[in-house]
């Protein structure tokens, strides 16, 4: 490949990429439907043009801005190979802390709508997150009679309650306790006391 044909590609993601990172703040500030082409594009310092290009609609550049940042959120969450994986209580508080999962909780808000663009791949997303989750359940943590899909359900609702209350007021909301909480409700797993 010549020079120039690599210098076209590098120029089409570094494209890409910033198209990504401006509707993900948007999104995360003023909601999917608030947020046009336009400000996406003045945001980003790209033309407009260039958004159906890359992504064919809003929903498709939507669908590429929750997978990256939920890429980029159970990477963060995943410990390098050979590490131990962190306490799943731990990451949970990790995971309401990054800044960028601002952006679930305003999306949420929309996908509750029946008739919300949103909806269904929110319900992927959704999916995503629990098979995260259940992924991360050590064996024999879950409580007597508990099956992991309702733990996982349990867990990552639990999650979303808190997360969205702690973005609301989050001077009321110490995570902190919040944890301890659930590691009193939680029985022993293997590893830990």
Known sequence: MDRMATRRIERTQE???????????LFAEKGYRQTSFIDIAERAGISRGSI????????GLLEAVVDDRLQAVLTGLTPPAGERPADPLDQVMDFIRLPGTRLFITLLAEAVEVDSPIREHYARLHAALRQGVRARIPAGALPQGTTPEAFTILMVGAVIGVHAQWRVAPEAVDLEAVRAALRALLPPGPGRP
């Open 15 to 25: 494209s890409r990429r910033l198209l990504v990172a401006a509707a993900a703040e």
């Open 52 to 59: 159906p290009w890359h992504f064919g609609n809003k929903l």
